[in-house]
């Protein structure tokens, strides 16, 4: 309603204007005609700061972010289970074995040898971390369903948490997470894992493309709510290369994730449903910026590389870790 007014100022506005000047008892001026001009374009940009096409696209209310991601697959088929799909990247950071043994927990050992018989060309002295940048889309267990969520961190897989020198375990010390979605907050807290409730860009979605001379450049971005000042950023590209083969990503997805070895959670990603076939696994290259613990400070990871994609996956909470001895973790 407050607009259809300044549509009919706006209409009348000119009008009143050409007969001020025209009166023959009005001496127009250059102050009277600034003002003229001045209010005219000052209702006009009135007029349109409130409009909703001015603000957003009129297919889109107002506030709401559209993802992209893709239906869950798999929720119908496992209906008593937790599912859900997961966008996003997920690259490999070659850190020094010596610095990975300093943030690792003393009590749990790294087993060199499950990662390098997986990777036999990997760099002496070198350990794989992960970086996992993830929109979780159409999570739901017994036909109750959560909003989505956005979450990243830095995670240390091929670790022996039961001494066995066999079982593979993931180490997840730290999250950023979409703030204000209590569920995925206290779920994750719950594990023993500093959680960082954090804004992202893209709100909505695991990452947006921007404008490079590189193809297929996509960005996101994690910062912690004050105080804290926890952050995450990725800048990845299409590329060729694929230095690391899909089995290795399947194995250390696949390990059971914990962080004060308590409880474990058993996250199955799927990689051959349909949001996966049919949008394909994309390597990229790129560089990740760090700032969380277990690192001190910021740190920067330079012609990192990995894989863009979508997966479903299947999710057991709390288990027993010890339930896990023996397990391969690509099962």
């Not at 506030?63 to 991601?69: H, L, R, S």
Request: glycine residues 6%; proline residues 7%.
């Amino acid at each position: 309603m407050f607009s259809s007014y300044l549509d009919v100022v706006l209409l009348f506005h000119p009008v009143l204007a050409l007969l001020t000047i025209q009166h023959p008892k009005m001496h127009i001026n250059h102050s009277n005609l600034q003002y003229f001009v001045i209010s005219f374009f000052s209702i006009l940009a009135l007029r349109y700061a409130g409009s909703s096409y001015f603000l957003v696209p009129a297919e889109a209310p107002t506030g709401v972010c559209m993802t992209k991601d893709q239906p869950n697959p798999i929720a119908a088929l496992y209906p008593g289970n937790c599912t859900g799909t997961l966008n996003g990247t997920v690259a490999v950071v070659p850190i020094a074995l010596e610095l990975a043994r300093q943030l690792i927990p003393p009590q749990y050992g790294i087993l060199e040898h499950a990662y390098r018989s997986l990777l036999p060309s990997f760099p002496k002295g070198m350990y794989p971390a992960i970086v996992q940048a993830l929109h979780d889309h159409e999570v739901q267990a017994f036909g109750y369903k959560i909003e989505d969520f956005t979450r990243t961190g830095v995670e240390f897989p091929f670790v022996d948490m039961l001494n066995d020198n066999h079982t593979s375990f993931k180490w997840a010390p730290s999250l950023l997470m979409t703030s204000g979605h209590d569920i995925a907050l206290k779920g994750a807290k719950d594990y023993g894992t500093e959680v960082f409730a954090s804004t992202f860009d893209p709100g909505c979605d695991a990452y947006r493309s921007v404008k490079s001379n590189k193809p297929g450049t996509t960005y996101f971005s994690a910062k912690s709510i004050a105080p804290s000042e926890a952050s995450l950023s990725t800048l990845f590209s299409s590329t060729d290369h694929e230095v690391f083969p899909l089995e290795f990503f399947k194995n250390f997805t696949n390990q059971p994730t914990f962080a004060d070895g308590k409880t474990c959670d058993h996250m199955t990603r799927l990689f051959n449903t349909s949001v996966t076939t049919s949008h394909g696994i994309e390597p990229v290259k790129g560089t990740i910026r760090v700032k969380l613990p277990p690192f001190v400070g910021e740190v920067e990871f330079k012609d990192v590389y990995g894989l863009r994609l979508d997966s479903a996956f299947i999710e057991n909470n709390y288990l027993p870790c010890e339930t896990f001895r023996g397990y391969s973790g690509n099962e």
